[in-house]
C-alpha cells in the first residue's frame, strides 16, 4: 500500500500530489505528544507541531460537505498556479503553493476516505467509499491540469542555474515527469482520452476492494467435520443452529485449512475462498486490464507493465520476467523434492483414516500437509506453540524491541478517540532527546466490514507545513487477528506474530521518514523496494532473543521451552520451495494480465500453477478476482515482494546478523540511512549507504534453502 495511502494500497491516480491524508482546520481531534518547545526530531532542522489533526467522528452528511469543501479549496489553489504568466513563476507561487496544499489535501483526504477501510457503521463506510470516488475524479481532474504543468516546466526553465536543495529539484522534476506520464505533453484530444481512463479505473478499483470488504460468505460445518481443530478455536465461532458459522475472514480460514483433517471440509472452504465476489470482480479485473493497456498505449508505452515499471527499480518487463525466471529456476527442484513429501503424507494420511489415496494434491491439500511437514520434520506443534504467543504479551515485546532498536520510545495515549473501541493510539518520541516524532493507531481484530487483510496506513504524512514546522506522521496498522474469548486471550500462530512484526515495520517507516515534502513522505519510496524495510524486520521472529521477549505461556507465564524455540527458528525453511513458487505464480499472473492481451485471468492462474508449482487450481474457482493487490496499487507490481527481498536480506545479514540484531548503533543507521530519507532518495542510495556497497543477492538465495557460490565482484542481478 503507498502513492496513495496504504501499504498495501494504491490506486491507480497518479497524481501531483502521491499522498492522501485528511484533517480539517477548526474541526480537529488534538492528539498531542507532549515535547520540548523549538526542539527537533532526529535528523529534522525544522521543529515539530506535535499535533494529530484527524477526527472519526464524522458523519455521512459531514463526509459529503467536507469532501465537496475540500474540492473547492484545492480548485483554488490550482486555478491561482494555473493562471500565473508563465515568466511570472516563481518557487513561491508555483512550487510552495502546489507543496502547501498537497499537506493539507493528503490529510483532509485520508480522514474522509480511510473510514471505508475500519468504520464500524455501514453507513459511515458506503459515504466514505463514494466521497473516496469523488475524490478520486477529482485527482484526475487535477493531475491533468496542463495550465499548471506548464507553469512548473517554465519554472524549472527558470531555475537550471538557480540554487535548489536536492529534493526540492527532485519534487519539481517529480511533477513534470508525472505530467507526462499523464500525457499533459500530448493533444488535447488524446488527454481528454486518458482523463476519462483514468477516471474509469478509479473507480473500478475502489468497487473490486469494496466487494471484497463487504463479502460476508460463511459455510456452517458440524463438529465432527472440523476434526482436527483444538476446542479454544471451535468454542470462539458462532452457532448456525447444531452446526458452527465459518466465515472466510483470515481469522477462521487459515486454521481450518491448516489443521482440519476433513478434506471435503477443507475442500468447500477453499473453493468458496477463492470465489469470493466471483462474478463481479471477474468483470472488473478484465475491464481493469483492458482500460490499462489502452491507456499505457496512448501514453507511448507497449504494455501496462513497461508503464508502471518505469518508475520502479526494475525499469522494464524484461527484467522483470528475467527475475521471475531465474529464480522459478532455481526453486523448481526443491518445490518438487516439497511436493513429494506433502503426497507422502497424503497417502499416510489416507491410510490411516481409512480413505483412498488418489495420489494428486489438490489446492485445498497443500496448507493441511504443509503445517503436517512442520509438525513431522520439525516437531512444531502449531496448536502449543500459539498458547506462547498471547496478544498482549506479543505487542508489548515488539514495541520493545522496535523501541531498542530505533532509539524511540512509545507511550499509550489515554482517552484518545478512535473509529472504534478496539483501537488504540500511542505516541511516539525520539528517545535521546525526547522529541515527538508521530502517532500510531492499533487496529488489530477483525469485524463486519472492515478491511480484510493487514495493512499500515499513512493518515497524516510527516513533512514540512506552510509555515515552515514539522508536520508529524500518524498510521494505522490494520489488521485481523484472533479475538480473544471469555476462556482465552486472544492467541497468535507465529506466521500472524511475523506478519505483525512486517506491518509494524511499515508505521516505523511512515513515522521515521523525514522528507519536506509530502509526496516523499513515509513509504513513498519505489513500489518494489517499499517492501525491503518490512520484511528485513521478519527476521526478528525468527531468533532467538527477540522471540523470548514476546513470547509467555497465557496460562503458566512460562517462557517457550528452549527445545521448542529451536526447533522453531529450524522450521524457517520449511516448504519454502513451494510458498515461494507460489508467489511467483502471482507475480507471473499479474505480469502476464499486463503484458499479453486476451488473456483470460482465471485460465492463466490456473495454467500458471500447474506449470511452475505443479498443484492444479480448483476447477470453478477464480483466485484473481480475489487477489485484491491488482486493484489496490501492485498492478504489474506484485514480483516487488520477492524483488524487495534481495535487498531485506542483503541489509539483514550484512549489518545486523554480523553487527547484532540488537546493536543500537545498527538500528540507528537504519533509522538514518533507510527509514528517514522516505522518498527523497533513490532506493539505491540509501542502500548503498547503509551497506557500504552495492547490494548482493546471495543472502537472498541461502533464505530459500539454495546453495550459492558467493562472488564478491557479482552485480545483484536486480
Given amino acids: ?47 515539530v507541531r506535535a499535533e494529530n489533526r484527524l477526527r472519526w467522528d464524522l458523519s455521512p452528511e459531514q463526509i459529503r460537505q467536507l469532501s465537496e469543501e475540500l474540492i473547492g479549496n484545492t480548485k483554488k489553489v490550482y486555478d491561482a498556479v494555473g493562471q500565473l504568466d508563465l515568466d511570472a513563476v516563481t518557487m513561491e507561487n508555483t512550487l510552495k503553493a502546489l507543496a502547501d496544499v498537497e499537506v493539507e489535501y493528503t490529510v483532509q483526504r485520508n480522514m474522509l476516505d480511510f473510514p471505508q477501510h475500519v468504520s464500524p457503521c455501514k453507513e459511515v463506510r458506503a459515504a466514505s467509499t463514494e466521497a473516496d470516488k469523488r475524490l478520486s475524479e477529482f485527482d484526475v481532474e487535477m493531475s491533468m491540469r496542463e495550465d499548471v504543468y506548464l507553469r512548473v516546466v517554465a519554472l524549472q526553465k527558470k531555475m537550471e542555474a538557480a540554487i535548489m536543495s536536492p529534493e526540492a529539484r527532485r519534487y519539481m522534476e517529480r511533477l513534470i515527469k508525472l505530467g507526462r506520464r499523464n500525457g499533459l505533453h500530448l493533444p488535447t484530444e488524446t488527454q481528454q482520452e486518458i ?66 483433517f476433513v478434506p471435503e471440509t477443507r475442500r468447500k472452504l477453499e473453493e468458496a475462498f477463492n470465489s469470493r465476489c466471483k462474478e463481479e470482480n471477474s468483470a472488473i479485473l478484465k475491464e481493469l486490464v483492458k482500460l490499462r493497456a489502452q491507456k499505457s498505449s496512448l501514453l507511448g508505452f507497449s504494455t501496462h507493465a513497461d508503464f508502471v515499471l518505469e518508475m520502479n527499480m526494475a525499469k522494464s518487463g524484461k527484467k522483470v520476467a528475467s527475475f521471475l525466471e ?128 493487514a495493512a499500515c496506513f499513512g493518515l497524516q504524512p510527516g513533512c514540512l507545513r506552510p509555515d515552515g514546522s514539522r508536520q508529524m506522521s500518524v498510521a494505522a496498522m490494520v489488521a485481523n487477528f484472533s479475538k480473544p474469548t471469555a476462556k482465552a486471550p486472544s492467541l497468535l500462530q507465529h506466521d500472524e506474530v511475523e506478519t505483525y512484526f512486517h506491518e509494524f515495520g511499515h508505521v516505523m517507516h511512515q513515522l521515521c521518514a523525514q522528507a519536506d515534502y509530502a509526496m516523499f513522505s513515509g513509504t513513498h519510496v519505489e513500489r518494489d523496494f517499499v517492501e525491503a524495510p518490512s520484511q528485513m524486520l521478519e527476521n526478528w521472529v525468527w531468533e532467538k532473543e527477540p522471540l523470548q521477549r514476546m513470547s509467555r505461556h497465557y496460562r503458566t507465564g512460562k517462557p517457550i521451552p528452549e527445545e521448542l524455540l529451536d526447533k522453531l527458528i529450524k522450521s524457517r525453511l520449511a516448504n519454502t520451495g513451494l510458498f515461494n513458487l507460489r508467489q511467483i505464480v502471482l507475480a507471473k499472473v499479474d505480469q502476464a494480465l499486463h503484458t499479453r492481451t486476451g488473456l483470460d485471468p482465471a485460465e492463466e492462474y490456473g495454467r500458471l500453477c500447474q506449470e511452475v508449482l505443479g498443484i492444479p487450481a480448483s476447477q470453478g474457482t477464480n483466485m484473481p478476482a480475489t ?5 489496490g496499487g501492485y498492478d504489474a507490481q506484485y514480483y516487488g515482494y520477492l524483488w524487495s527481498e534481495v535487498f531485506s536480506m542483503d541489509m539483514f545479514y550484512a549489518r545486523f546478523k554480523q553487527e547484532g540484531i540488537m546493536n543500537p548503533k545498527v538500528g540507528l543507521d537504519y533509522r538514518k540511512f533507510i527509514l528517514q530519507p522516505g522518498g527523497s532518495e533513490d532506493a539505491s542510495e540509501m542502500l548503498r549507504k547503509f551497506l557500504g556497497r552495492e547490494p548482493k543477492q546471495e543472502a537472498f538465495l541461502q533464505s530459500k534453502g539454495l546453495t550459492v557460490e558467493p562472488d564478491a565482484d557479482a552485480p545483484c542481478p536486480c
Fill in 326 to 453: 531465474d529464480l522459478s529456476r532455481k526453486l523448481k527442484p526443491l518445490g518438487e523434492d516439497e511436493r513429494a513429501v506433502l503426497l507422502q503424507l497424503k497417502q499416510k494420511e489416507c491410510e490411516k483414516r481409512g480413505v483412498s489415496f488418489d495420489g494428486q494434491l489438490h489446492a485445498w491439500d497443500t496448507r493441511y500437509f504443509m503445517t503436517q511437514v512442520e509438525e513431522t520434520q520439525y516437531a512444531v506443534d502449531q496448536n502449543l506453540l500459539k498458547e506462547f504467543f498471547p496478544m498482549e504479551v506479543v505487542t508489548r515485546g515488539l514495541l520493545d524491541i522496535y523501541q531498542e532498536l530505533l532509539g524511540l520510545s512509545f507511550q499509550p495515549v489515554d482517552g484518545a478517540c478512535g473509529w472504534h473501541p478496539d483501537v488504540s493510539l500511542y505516541c511516539v518520541k525520539d528517545r535521546a532527546g525526547g522529541q515527538a516524532v508521530g502517532q500510531f493507531y492499533l487496529d488489530l481484530y477483525p469485524r463486519e466490514g472492515k478491511y480484510g487483510h
Fill in 195 to 260: 482523463k476519462s481512463i483514468k477516471k474509469k479505473l478509479s473507480n473500478l478499483c475502489i468497487d473490486f476492494n469494496k466487494n471484497l470488504n463487504e463479502d460476508t460468505t460463511s459455510l456452517s460445518f458440524t463438529r465432527d467435520q472440523l476434526g482436527g481443530l483444538p476446542e479454544d478455536f471451535l468454542s470462539s465461532l458462532e452457532k448456525d443452529g447444531d452446526e458452527l458459522k465459518i466465515t472466510l475472514k483470515y481469522p477462521h480460514y487459515f486454521p481450518t485449512m491448516k489443521k482440519c
Fill in 627 to 631: 487477489f485484491g493487490h491488482l486493484a
Fill in 1 to 47: 500500500m503507498f502513492l496513495r495511502f496504504f501499504l498495501w494500497s494504491s490506486r491507480e491516480t497518479e497524481t501531483w500530489r502521491g499522498v492522501n491524508t485528511f484533517p480539517r482546520p477548526g474541526t480537529v481531534l488534538t492528539c498531542l505528544c507532549p515535547i520540548v518547545p523549538g526542539e527537533v526530531v532526529f535528523g529534522s532542522p525544522a521543529a
